[in-house]
């Protein structure tokens, strides 16, 4: 029962961010705990190539570079997609920017960039994804979304990253909004909002982990297995009641925060 429980055997999903940090997390854990086929995203073309060679080594693991920042994208990534496959059982949003600069200095830029990519491209991109999500969808089988935010959307840091704040607040909100609309159609929406893991986003935790831990109740950063493991819950059975709510995956720092 246990192993059926958190199994997403046969299943085929799409990591968005793919190609690093938490996305390659997510699409290693959801290779190993034997999904069908994995696709992964990434906006550079040669490194979302070469982190799907190297992830096939896992399992499926095919490579469909991507801008979804924008809708010519979206459609571009949806339309290789639906080349290859008619349905999809799991979608990560989890590509992702920041930007820091200071408030009387921030640019129109540093907000567009991040607010598009953060918090527009999850909602298009689902809504365009929509028709295969649905066709891989039953009652007893609830297609999945999830979203990856942060403990920024939930709590702040002395950063000065504004959009990125701001973003994955609206995303977390987001998640709930569209959460009541899909369970209509056996989608099941939820989050994730990841604390301090090794990424090019998070160099603090990359390069200064010791200094990062100090500061984390659980008193280390996030492994790749704590970041796979939350996200194949929510993609296996065992998250399918979990319906709107976004899980702080960060060793206690939004609470030590409050």
């Known amino acids: 029962m246990s192993h059926q429980l958190f199994s997403i055997a046969g299943r085929t999903a799409l990591v968005t961010g793919g190609s690093r940090g938490i996305g390659r997390m997510i699409a290693a854990g959801y290779l190993k705990a034997g999904a069908r086929r994995v696709y992964i995203s990434a906006r550079k073309a040669a490194a979302c190539d070469q982190a799907a060679r190297e992830l096939s080594t896992l399992g499926d693991c095919v490579s469909i570079p991507a801008d979804v920042s924008n809708l010519a ?14 349905a999809l059982d799991i979608l990560v949003n989890n590509a992702g920017a920041a930007w820091s600069a200071p408030f009387d200095e921030f640019p129109e830029s540093g907000w567009d960039k991040v607010v598009d990519l953060n918090l527009k491209a999850p909602f298009f991109l689902t809504q365009a994804l929509a028709p295969m999500l649905r066709a891989a969808a039953s009652p007893a089988r609830p297609a999945k979304v999830i979203n990856v935010a942060s403990i920024d959307g939930i709590s702040t840091n002395p950063l000065e990253t504004y959009s990125y704040h701001g973003s994955k607040a609206g995303l977390i909100h987001l998640t709930r909004r569209m959460a009541l609309r899909l369970i209509r159609d056996h989608i099941v929406v939820s989050g994730i909002a990841p604390g301090p893991f090794a990424s090019d986003m998070n160099t603090a935790a990359r390069d200064e982990s010791d200094k990062v831990a100090a500061r984390v109740p659980a008193a280390r950063i996030g492994t790749d297995d704590d970041m796979a493991g939350v996200a194949i819950y929510l993609a296996s059975r065992a998250g399918d009641y979990v319906v709107g709510e976004t899980i702080a995956v960060d060793g206690g720092v939004t609470i030590a925060r409050g």
Do not use: F
Not at 75 to 83: E, H, M, S
């Open 73 to 86: 994208g979206i459609k571009g990534l949806v339309d290789a997609l639906a080349a290859r496959e008619s």
